[in-house]
């Protein structure tokens, strides 16, 4: 396998199928690792069709993966095979400052694309977490989210053409360097969120913004969930135009913080950072809305202005994971999403069933969007913990679901919640899931027993 494979790709860029980095994802942490035979590193998207035509010859599954930072092992190969990284791909292929777009290859990290458009005047609105290590590519396969999609939409909104190739190993190109494009039936948005199952996107025309002048942040600490909750439907009510809304639960606030920029007041259960932008004038009228939506039952609201004050309160959202995990050594962590009516029922939620397994439970997430990451706390060393918070995650799901939520507001569904989608959809709407995977991938090759 290997030496036909390098006879597309080039020896030096076939690795052999033990390279740990390449069969695992942030899952690694719960023990979970695949298996492969070979691993490839093309570096065009000819070279793509090549290794996913020799694969449908042989009849051999292909896993496609970009940064490894997916939350549900959706790039982790199950069955051997080949895993095709995109790693190599990197160019730019072409950039339009003028015209607000940008086509760069899948392995084109986010926070390079982010970087790019911000010395250019411009903005990629998308900020899913790990941008230095996530590609491009990766979040269009997973449609990745991230704190500011509250106002500014998921990967997929910003993406207006792709490049992809399909089984049995062809190229197809949808849309382009253009705003508007309703002709066919909409394959672009299929592939868009498709985990690697569909086709492996090779290259996207990505639409762009001008950048906002600042960013203003407003941070409200209440005394439980509800009262948070509440201040949370407030802002909405008021038609406050925020650019994000984020959320941190009783857990949360006690784990991350002792590392706050400027201290948590006594007594804080819930925490609620929400984020003004635009000119300077209109986001210091949106901030202050903000704070005197959120000052309604508040204990204290901060309202930073300065850029570093800015920067080091957003440096220490990201670092909430890392907390949180550090309470016993590990987390388990799903990321459902619910009506915003229902956000503190399943805050609470997260928190009894918990209780229910013998576990401490905490959450956080984009309060906005209704889209939280319940955590339920583990030694990854203890079997016993690891197998009730699997357990505890079932009871999760069909909570959510109860709620009218989803299973999964942004990490997607990959192999670890595979079984879960028909308890939301049902029968029928499962049965036309699988017919579109039958249509774009007749012998099930592409990472197959994924999206399912």
């Not at 396998?1 to 020896?11: D, F």
């Not at 339009?96 to 911000?118: H, K, M, Q, S, Y």
């Not at 950072?273 to 204990?299: I, N, Q």
């Not at 918070?389 to 997607?412: N, Q």
Request: net charge negative; proline share 6%; glycine share 14%.
């Amino acid at each position: 396998m290997r030496g036909e494979l390098a006879s597309i790709v080039g020896s030096q860029h076939v690795l052999p199928g033990t390279e740990l980095a390449y069969l695992e994802d942030t899952t690694a942490a719960r023990g979970f690792r695949g298996r492969a035979d070979a691993i490839a590193l093309p570096g065009t998207t000819e070279e793509v069709a090549r290794v996913l035509a020799w694969c449908y010859r042989h009849d051999v599954v292909l896993t496609t993966r970009g940064g490894g930072t997916g939350y549900a092992a959706g790039a982790v190969p199950i069955d051997g095979g080949v895993v095709l990284s995109l790693e190599r791909m990197t160019r730019v292929r072409r950039f339009e400052p003028l015209l607000w777009l940008i086509n760069v290859e899948a392995g084109v990290r986010t926070g390079d694309v982010r970087r790019l458009a911000r010395e250019n005047g411009l903005f990629f609105p998308p900020d899913p977490g790990a941008s230095e290590q996530s590609m491009i590519g990766g979040n269009i396969a997973t449609n990745a989210g991230g704190p500011h999609a509250f106002k500014y939409g998921v990967t997929g909104r910003w993406v207006t053409g792709l490049e992809a190739v399909v089984p049995p190993g062809e190229i197809v190109t949808v849309g382009g360097a253009i705003r508007k494009d309703v002709a066919g039936y909409d394959l672009k948005s299929l592939l868009i969120g498709s985990e690697g199952t569909l086709g492996i996107i090779t290259a996207a025309w990505l639409r762009l913004l001008p950048a906002p002048e600042v960013f203003l942040p407003v941070v409200a600490f209440y005394d439980g969930a509800a009262a948070g909750c509440e201040a949370i439907q407030r802002i909405l009510g008021s038609g406050i135009d925020a650019a994000a809304i984020e959320f941190l639960d009783r857990g949360a606030v006690a784990a991350a913080g002792p590392a706050f920029p400027g201290g948590v007041p006594a007594g804080a259960g819930f925490m609620v950072v929400a984020e003004a932008d635009g000119s300077r004038e209109e986001a210091a009228r949106l901030a202050a809305e903000l704070a005197a939506a959120l000052g309604e039952d508040a204990l204290l609201v901060r309202s930073p202005s300065d850029p570093a004050d800015v920067a080091a309160l957003w440096r220490w959202r990201e670092g909430v994971p890392f907390a949180v995990a550090s309470v016993r050594g590990g987390r388990v962590a799903e990321d459902v999403a619910v009506p915003l009516d229902r956000l503190a029922e399943i805050v609470e939620g997260t928190v009894e069933i918990g209780k229910r397994h013998g576990l401490e439970a905490t959450s956080w997430g984009h309060a906005g969007d209704g889209n939280l990451h319940s955590n339920f706390l583990v030694r990854p060393d203890d079997p016993d913990e690891v197998a009730r918070a699997d357990r505890a995650v079932d009871d999760l799901f069909d909570l959510a679901i109860a709620l009218g939520g989803t299973i999964s507001g942004e990490h997607g569904l990959g192999w670890l919640k595979r079984g879960h989608l028909e308890k939301q959809w049902g029968p029928r709407a499962m049965e036309l899931h699988r017919q579109v995977k039958q249509a774009f991938d007749p012998r099930n090759l592409l990472n197959p027993g994924k999206k399912a």
